[in-house]
């Protein structure tokens, strides 16, 4: 049950941050929607309020939010606190994409994917996290990627990225246990997203060595991993935390 809860979702204006923010509402959550896009968001949560016959302000917030600038998840983070009260949930969804030769990748490349998918994390993780050790009761949700456990080639800022998001979901989950904040991780595999669509059209995958490759045989829809937010910040993965979970139709485990 996530009803009554606030949840904050970064990079909601579309893919899997909006099905993300979609579940939780849909769920009776009050979610605020952050994104560096900021009137993609703001179409976002409007549509969510329409469909879902919620109130913009009561039951839904829209911010323009840059993941990597801390000072903007501080004060993200402060705008919710003030407009709800308090911090309840929070998923860290934004992340980039690069695909470059290892070789090729300047440092600004770099930094951007790290920035983006790592530090903003981190900064989300510190900013609510003060919040919610100090009242006692908190959970995080990191999307990462079926990438923490592969070499993929022309990746490499990303596969660091989501490995390094692993790590931090495994010591914030240890750190902040006996204050009762649980701390998880969402690897999804390959999803029905723009993220995904784009590389497709660029020829860096093909969408039939994929599919051939997923034992349950399709990709999944964003809405999937909104389920699996919503049940680890449910009282039913209340004994989980510190896990990675590969949602990925069998994917990695495929020989
Ligand atoms: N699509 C997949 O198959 C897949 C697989 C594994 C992991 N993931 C992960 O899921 C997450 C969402 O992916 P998606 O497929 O929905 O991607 P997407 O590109 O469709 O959406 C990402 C969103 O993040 C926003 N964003 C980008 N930079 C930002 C920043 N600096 N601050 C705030 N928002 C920012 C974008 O504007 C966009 O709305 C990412 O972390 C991605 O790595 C996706």
Redesign the pocket.
Known sequence: MVTGKTVLV??????????IAEEFAGAGAQVAL????GP??KETATRLATKLGLEMGQELLAHR?????SQ?VEAWVEAVMTAWGKVDVVV??????LNRASLDLSDDDWQRVL???LD?CFYLCRAAGRHMVARGEGVVIN?????VQFGMPRRLP?CV??AGIAALTRVLAVEWASAGVRVNA???????????R?AFEQGHIRPEEITAKIPQGE??K?RT?GEVAVFLASDAAGYITGQTLVVDGGYSVFK
């Open positions: 970064t990079g909601a204006a579309g893919g899997i941050g909006a099905a952050g994104d560096i896009d993609g968001v939010l840059n993941v990597s600038a903007e860290n969804n934004a992340g980039i994409q920035g983006v998918n903003g999307i990462a990627s079926i990438a990303y990225s989501k969402i690897a999804p595999g390959y999803i029905e997203t723009e993220l995904v784009y990709l999944a964003p991993i």
